[in-house]
Structures are given as structure tokens and as C-alpha cells.
């Protein structure tokens, strides 16, 4: 089956606007292999927690951003990126529960980034 010809509508869209953040918290998880990264993705959201980025990038590229741009990154097979965003109480009790939940499924360290400098590299 095809979907030429298919044509969809949409009648109504519902948006959630939310105002700009007043907290973020940059985190890094570290994981031996890319399928405990990858089960920390389901595990994160099955916590009801829905982080504003979540990246997982493998070793290659880990080695390849730590020969540009010299963050002393973990040799691990996969690292995870984590931005957790609203108000300074609610991100400070996110970054606590997601670091539970890494450690829960294999994380060999979690980080939170601090200084602006990082932040700013730190993608």
C-alpha cells in the first residue's frame, strides 16, 4: 500500500506556549555501552520527566569533540547530554531524580555542567 493520493487535513491544533525558563541545568551521563544510554532514554521518560534535550553520542564522536575542543570527556562507549529547564526548585529536583535514573540502569557518572564557559561549549 501507497500513500499516493493520500491527503490529510488538520482541523484543530492544540499548542502548550511556555514562558521562558528561569533555570537550566545541563547534565552528562557516562554508560559503558550504547544500550544501557539507549534503555536510560525509556527509563527517563517512563519517570515522567521530559528533559528540553536528550542526546546520545558514541564513542567516536565523544573522542572526536574531545580532540576539538578539550573537555576531558569521559572514554566510555556513550555519553548522554541532558537539559532539564524551568524554575530554579523544579530543575533542581529533576536534575536529581534523572541522576537517580541513570545510575539505575548503568551510569558510570553524571555531571553537571557549572560554569558558563562549559555551558556554552558543552553541546
Not at 40 to 51: L, N, T, W, Y
Not at 70 to 79: F, G
Not at 85 to 112: H, M
Amino acid at each position: 500500500m501507497d500513500s499516493e493520493g493520500t491527503l490529510g487535513v488538520i482541523t484543530k491544533a492544540v499548542l502548550k506556549l511556555r514562558p521562558i525558563s528561569e533555570a537550566l541545568i545541563r547534565m552528562s551521563a557516562a554508560f559503558p555501552d550504547i544500550e544501557s544510554a539507549g534503555l536510560a532514554v525509556g527509563k527517563v521518560f517512563e519517570a515522567r520527566i521530559v528533559p528540553t534535550i536528550m542526546k546520545i553520542i558514541n564513542i567516536d564522536f565523544v573522542r572526536s569533540i574531545d580532540k576539538w575542543l578539550k573537555l576531558e570527556l569521559p572514554e566510555v562507549e556513550a555519553l548522554m547530554i541532558i537539559d532539564l529547564d524551568g524554575t530554579k526548585e523544579e530543575v533542581e529536583k529533576l536534575a536529581e531524580k534523572v541522576e537517580e535514573v541513570l545510575k539505575g540502569v548503568g551510569a558510570v557518572e553524571v555531571k553537571r555542567v557549572i560554569t558558563a564557559k562549559k555551558w556554552m561549549n558543552y553541546t
